[in-house]
């Protein structure tokens, strides 16, 4: 296992900026580093992947307290992951309410552009309905 990995290699390697990573450290998602005789962050492969497990679960929308949650789990592989399954399904819930609603502000928001004659302000349903919703 490659050791002394830099900060830098490590956000190369795992696609998260530095104060990010710093950032993650601070809140304790990321156990802090061992350190240089010059005070140096150094980090290992298991860094590594505890990063990139971060960096997709926050790209999927994940909390970071879920997160956190789920990286608690992954430190004991022989739990059962029923508890893993259950928080991706009610984020799941939390990613369809999203769909639905933007579903319903594109449908209002596409009404509105065929209701909009093109002419002159005054007369601009757009504008009209953006004042006086409902």
Avoid: W
Wanted: net charge positive.
């Amino acid at each position: 296992m490659k050791k002394d990995i830099s900060i830098g290699a490590l956000s190369s390697r795992a696609g998260v900026k530095v104060p990010t990573i710093r950032y993650y450290e601070e809140i304790g998602l990321l156990p802090e580093p061992t350190r240089t005789e010059s005070n140096r962050r150094i980090y290992d492969e298991q860094s590594v992947d505890r990063l990139c497990f971060i960096r997709h679960a926050r790209e999927l929308g994940f909390e970071i307290e879920t997160i956190r949650e789920m990286l608690a789990l992954a430190d004991k592989p022989q739990r059962s992951c029923a508890r893993v399954d259950a928080l991706a399904r009610g984020h799941l819930k939390v990613i369809d309410s999203r769909i639905e609603r933007l579903t319903a502000l594109k449908h209002e928001v596409e009404g509105m552009i065929r209701s909009c004659s093109r002419g002159r302000i005054a007369e601009c349903r757009i504008i009209e309905v953006l004042t006086h919703p409902g």
